[in-house]
């Protein structure tokens, strides 16, 4: 089982996501866009899950205690690959989404669980293997500020159906507040 965590987002944030990746599909050869569904905010990933750890990852969401909170979704970016970029939304680092991150990775590790330590670095993956025209006006590449409030966190299953990835939640956390 391939599981990660990740934070939903509501569906006016998903509207305006929706709305930029459209814009920037205008300029590019090629890349596929995330499906509307799949639009997370990744906390952490566990990879490869034997089913028999399942419950544990369960019990290591369930021991997190955090904070709702507002978080701000905006501006663009993007990470070069050879085969083609990944462009993102950015996420606020903002202290109660850190809080949330760092709580959740101490908990993991209680439970069992490797955590990779790189620096956190929250986004949204619009886009995938884009590669872009030559003529491309890169003023559509914009994300405008948007507000949403985070009430939970969910422990999240991806597989693949039908050659696309699609993601499941297993079960989620609520935040206090």
């Not at 990744?42 to 490869?48: C, N, V």
């Not at 500020?145 to 039908?162: C, G, P, W």
Request: aromatic share 8%; charged share 25%.
């Amino acid at each position: 089982m391939r599981l990660f965590y990740a934070v939903g987002l509501d569906e006016p944030v998903k509207d305006a996501l929706c709305s930029a990746m459209e814009r920037m599909r205008s300029c590019c050869m090629k890349g596929s866009v995330t499906p509307r569904e799949n639009m997370h905010i990744t906390l952490a990933f566990l990879g490869e899950v034997v089913p028999q750890r399942l419950s544990a990852a369960k019990d290591a969401m369930n021991d997190v205690t955090a904070e709702s909170f507002s978080a701000e979704i905006g501006g663009i970016g993007c990470f070069h690959r050879s085969g083609g970029d990944i462009y993102w939304a950015g996420v606020e680092r903002s202290s109660p989404l850190c809080a949330l991150y760092s709580a959740l990775c101490h908990s993991l590790r209680e439970h069992g669980f490797k955590v990779d330590l790189r620096f956190y670095r929250p986004h949204l993956t619009l886009m995938r293997q884009v590669q872009l025209k030559d003529n491309c006006d890169r003023s559509v590449f914009t994300v405008p500020a948007i507000q949403m409030r985070v009430e939970k966190f969910s422990l999240m299953l991806s597989e693949r159906r039908n050659g696309k990835i699609a993601y499941t939640e297993l079960a989620s956390q609520a935040l206090r507040g």
